[in-house]
Structures are given as structure tokens and as C-alpha cells.
């Protein structure tokens, strides 16, 4: 198995190390560079607590080889808060309590910080429709999409 | 853990052609990797090589010519579909099946041809393309050739592709004039799930009279198109009774498994529902 170089950009530092062709982009971030945030859970593709942000988009990062990322752009949940500081959907979240155990709260941060980004002013369903892809199993649902939409309402 | 492996990305058709002769069954070709590397890591598929395709520009063609139809690339995604409003207009049966797959983050990634490639009796993208008589090209070092996607099935994930063959891109045919496609889907939960039984149909009218296009996933080992259902329309008659003879024709034509979605018995039941439903919709749009 050939160890294969590359050189991305994550959470704005830029890295270059070598992996093996058979590492996933969650085991990149997880156990590489050690950034714990990101969940491993099913590893399908099915429950996305994986998702982190890829040249500006959400992926599944267990469905993506961590040769792939070359040349990339990648933003965890650690890369939200600018200087210490919260961003205003991580501070909604703790005022609208959108966690009960807290393992799928970076994947829905992330879906999130998406979404607002790309639709500053999303309806209700086009928020419970981006969040398809991520599981909460406490089945917090109502209190995650009312965080979401607090930020929108608040942001003009 | 993923099974050891070799990774290559070449940029140009001809290189990757290349690979794919030289390795031949040894490599997987890996495009949006939602299904392959799920089963790299289930021990379905142990390829010695992953040839990745995604630096290959001319390979994410997604394009429209009025009166010739659309060239869909092995790497256009699910969202570049959807994204797509001459698809969202023209080919309505292909955007609304493709709505119906995984997630929005799933379809960052998956691909259309990849759906295909896949050849899951339950894809979903299959069905539609199948009434909208879709064509798929495939290449390899030799040459190429276009097959109808029916002619391109042969079983449960078997396709007639050759080990040093690929997928370059899934032709459709400009759909008839004035024609409206639905895909109805039944699912054990509201999104992120395979279809319990998918149907697509396209209706138009040829000299007046209304013709339709069935096929369906998740009732037979491939997608499946139903022909003989859609005979009962060429005989005159009230249509109330052409869509009676089409949904009878449908459920003795398809030939579910029971399985961890549904069982036989009830998968039946929906081939009759969703039938009857989705044809009474396009008879009165068409």
C-alpha cells in the first residue's frame, strides 16, 4: 500500500502529511489530528454524525478517503468559534437546551452553520430538510430546528 | 477499518482507461463513494486498486441540447441534478426520484451514474431513467458503445459492464412533447431510506390519445420497466379501464422478495396502490 501525500487546509490551517490510501477522512480528523469533535458512529453513511464541511459542503466524512481531501478545504465543529467565541447558532443552541447527550450536536452545528450561510432566512421545512441527513436518537429534533431558526429570525 | 489498498487519480480519460485495462477486476472505480466505500468496509468488494475519477473534467458533463436531450457524466452528483432547472422542468420523473435518495448531504457526494453502476434493485434514479428511455455509454480502452439502460441489468448489483469498462455518461432522450413524469415512493420512514417499492411513470399523448411509460424499483432483481402495463393504453376503450388492465398487468409482471423493508405480499399491495395512484395523476395532467 503506497502512503500517499497530501496538503489541505483545516479549520484555516493548512497541513501536508502522508496517509494511507485505505484512511478515511474521519480517521484524518479523528485520530490523525486528533480533533475529537467529529463522531464516528455507524460508518455508513446512514447516521451522519461524521458530517463536516468540505470545500464549503457537508459530507459524510466515513464515505470520504482521506487521499481525496488533497488539495482541499475542511471545517469541523472546532472550527466554528472564531477566538474563543461562540458563534451565534452554538450560543442558540445552549439557549434552547438543543442537546440531551450532546453526540450529535457537532453534526447538526455544522449542517446548521451551513445552512444559514447558503439560505440566511430558510422556512421551517427547508430546515428539517437539510437536517435529514443527521440523526439525534434522544429525538431532540424541535429544540435543534428552534435554535436553528432563532438565528434566522434574529439575523435580519 | 477499510482493507489495504492502492489509490490513483488520473486527469484524463485515456489514463484512467488505461488503469482499468491494466487492473481490470483488481480495481473499483470510486466517483461520490457513498456505496463503494460502504462495501470496502463490509468486505462486499476487495479491490486491490481505487481509481479515482473525480479529477477528470470532461467526466462531469451535465448538459442539455434542445431537441437531443441530456449528457449526464460520471461524476455529476444527485445536487448538480437537482440544481438543474431544465431537469426540474423537462425531466420531472428523474428530479423528483432523485429527491427521494438519501440526504441532502448524500447527495453532495453520490452520483447518478454511480446509482446505476451500483445496479441495487431498489435505486431509485433507475426507474425514471428507464421511462424516460435513457441510454448509457460505456468506454474502455477498445472503444465504446451505447446500450439501453433495460439492456444494462442483468441481476441483483450485476451489470453487463466488463471489468475494463466504465459508465462515461447516461444519455436521455429528449422527452415527448408536452409528456409529464412522477415518481412515487413508499418508504418506512419520511426521508434517508430505500424504497419498500418506487414507481415511475411518464405520460404524454401521441394523435390525441394518452400514452404512458412504467417502471418500477424494489419488485423484481433490477429496476424494471413493465411494457406489457403500459400496452393496456394502446387499446381504445375508457380510460378507467386502460388503468385498471395497466395496474393488473403491473402486479403480475413484478415479482417481489420479502425482506427487511416489506414483504412480498405487501410489496404487492403496493404495486396496486401506488399503480392505480400515480397513473390516475398523470392521465389527468397529460
Given amino acids: ?156 | 477499518m477499510l482493507p489495504k489498498l492502492d489509490y490513483s487519480s488520473p486527469r484524463t480519460l485515456g489514463e484512467l482507461l488505461e488503469l482499468l485495462d491494466r487492473y481490470k477486476d483488481q480495481a473499483k472505480i470510486l466517483a461520490g463513494g457513498t456505496d463503494l466505500i460502504v462495501s470496502l468496509r463490509e468486505k462486499l468488494e476487495k479491490p486491490k486498486y481505487i481509481i479515482d475519477i473525480k479529477k477528470i473534467p470532461e467526466l462531469g458533463k451535465l448538459e442539455y441540447r434542445e431537441g437531443e436531450g441530456l449528457t449526464i457524466g460520471a461524476t455529476v452528483t444527485f445536487k448538480n441534478i437537482l440544481e438543474n432547472p431544465v431537469i426540474k422542468d423537462r425531466y420531472s420523473v428523474l428530479w423528483e426520484a432523485v429527491k427521494t435518495i438519501g440526504d441532502m448531504v448524500l447527495r453532495n457526494r453520490a452520483t447518478l451514474v454511480g446509482n446505476i453502476c451500483t445496479a441495487s434493485p431498489a435505486g431509485d434514479s433507475s426507474p425514471a431513467l428507464l421511462v424516460l428511455n435513457a441510454r448509457v455509454k460505456i468506454v474502455s480502452k477498445e472503444g465504446s458503445r451505447e446500450i439501453p439502460l433495460e439492456n444494462f441489468f442483468t441481476g441483483v448489483k450485476k451489470t453487463v459492464l466488463k471489468p475494463w469498462e466504465m459508465v462515461k455518461e447516461v444519455l436521455v432522450p429528449e422527452p415527448p412533447k408536452k409528456s409529464f413524469g412522477r415518481y412515487l415512493k413508499m418508504m418506512r420512514v419520511r426521508s434517508e431510506d430505500l424504497s419498500v417499492v418506487g414507481v415511475a411513470g411518464l405520460g404524454y399523448r401521441e394523435g390525441g390519445e394518452i400514452k404512458i411509460r412504467l417502471a418500477f424499483s424494489s419488485v423484481a432483481p433490477t429496476p424494471l420497466r413493465v411494457k406489457e402495463a403500459e400496452e393496456a393504453f394502446a387499446k381504445p376503450g375508457p380510460i378507467e379501464e386502460k388503468i385498471e388492465r395497466a395496474v393488473q398487468v403491473a402486479v403480475e409482471k413484478v415479482s417481489p422478495i420479502s425482506d427487511v423493508r416489506g414483504s412480498a405480499e405487501y410489496r404487492l399491495n403496493l404495486v396496486r396502490v401506488l399503480t392505480r395512484r400515480l397513473l390516475k395523476q398523470l392521465v389527468e395532467v397529460v
Avoid at chain 1, 480528523?29 to 486528533?34: D, G, P, V
Avoid at chain 1, 470520504?64 to 467565541?85: F, K, M, P, Q, Y
Fill in chain 1, 1 to 156: 500500500m503506497e502512503r500517499k501525500k497530501i496538503t489541505f487546509k483545516i479549520n484555516g490551517e493548512e497541513k501536508t502529511l502522508e496517509v494511507e490510501p485505505n484512511k478515511t477522512l474521519l480517521w484524518l480528523i479523528r485520530e490523525e489530528l486528533k480533533l475529537k469533535g467529529t463522531k464516528r458512529a455507524c460508518e455508513r453513511g446512514d447516521c451522519g454524525l461524521c458530517t463536516v464541511l468540505l470545500n464549503g459542503e457537508p459530507v459524510k466524512s466515513c464515505l470520504v478517503l482521506a487521499v481525496e481531501v488533497d488539495g482541499s478545504e475542511i471545517i469541523t465543529v472546532e472550527g466554528l468559534a472564531r477566538n474563543g467565541e461562540l458563534t451565534p447558532l452554538q450560543r442558540a443552541f445552549i439557549e434552547h437546551g438543543a442537546l440531551q447527550c450532546g453526540f450529535c450536536t457537532p453534526a447538526f452545528l455544522i449542517v446548521g452553520h451551513w445552512l444559514i450561510n447558503r439560505n440566511p432566512r430558510p422556512s421551517r421545512e427547508e430546515v428539517i430538510e437539510a437536517l435529514n441527513g443527521v440523526l439525534c436518537r434522544c429525538t431532540g429534533y424541535r429544540s435543534i430546528i428552534d435554535a436553528i431558526l432563532s438565528v434566522t429570525k434574529t439575523e435580519k
